[in-house]
T-cell receptor
Framework: GQNIDQPTEMTATEGAIVQINCTYQ??????LFWYQQHAGEAPTFLSY????GLEEKGRFSSFLSRSKGYSYLLLKELQMKDSASYLC?????????????FGRGTQLTVWP | GAGVSQSPRYKVAKRGQDVALRCDPI?????LFWYQQALGQGPEFLTY????????KSGLPSDRFFAERPEGSVSTLKIQRTQQEDSAVYLC?????????????FGPGTRLTVL
């Protein structure tokens, strides 16, 4: 089975840094994805990690530890527009190749 | 357009009605996926196409759900005899290749409400 766990809600203030954690236990692993989803809109791709370590992309960074089944998304210099749900997803492999297994999402609220 | 489009954006159906949801993937994308997203939850996989071939339909919740992609581009998800538990947002996604590591690009979804 697949188990992907992330906090339900987080809050932070404008200009701050926030780290959203994701832990996973899956029968297969083909990389970890982070998506951003504003209310009523499509999930949009943020990052992909398949090897251990940190990937930095502007204000957003994503980290993966495969041995620990752990990832985090780091958002720096928070802006009001960063208020959204952040979805952690694991890619399947073998018979589940192509599938994404999503966590329930972390609703981030950024206050002025 | 440049992105994945879905229609209708909103659909209200009476219990027992059949509905058809359409997805137009990004042109040239080989793979197409359908997901179901209940309120406050992450998307749940329904089915996956590689061109016109349906490679995985194990996520479809019942035999009332049927998906097709006859010419390898546009896809339709059909739900027969809708039930209240079918109320959700149905998301379509496409990816360029079929390697499993390719980024999936999502459409805005169809919000289905079954009364």
């Amino acid at each position: 089975g697949q188990n992907i766990d992330q906090p339900t809600e987080m809050t932070a203030t404008e200009g701050a840094i926030v780290q959203i954690n994701c832990t996973y236990q899956t029968s297969g692993f083909n990389g970890l994805f982070w998506y951003q989803q504003h209310a009523g809109e499509a999930p949009t791709f943020l990052s992909y990690n398949v090897l251990d370590g940190l990937e930095e992309k502007g204000r957003f960074s994503s980290f993966l530890s495969r041995s620990k089944g752990y990832s985090y998304l780091l958002l720096k210099e928070l802006q009001m527009k960063d208020s959204a749900s952040y979805l952690c997803a694991v890619g399947g492999r073998g018979s589940t190749l192509g599938r994404l297994y999503f966590g329930r999402g972390t609703q981030l609220t950024v206050w002025p | 357009g440049a992105g994945v489009s879905q229609s209708p954006r909103y659909k209200v159906a009476k219990r027992g009605q059949d509905v058809a949801l359409r997805c137009d993937p990004i042109s040239g994308h080989v793979s197409l996926f359908w997901y179901q997203q209940a309120l406050g939850q992450g998307p749940e996989f329904l089915t996956y196409f590689q061109n016109e071939a349906q490679l995985d339909k194990s996520g479809l919740p019942s035999d009332r759900f049927f998906a097709e992609r006859p010419e390898g581009s546009v896809s339709t998800l059909k739900i027969q005899r809708t039930q209240q538990e079918d109320s959700a947002v149905y998301l379509c996604a496409s990816s360029l290749e079929d390697r499993g590591t390719d980024t999936q690009y999502f459409g805005p979804g169809t919000r289905l409400t079954v009364l």
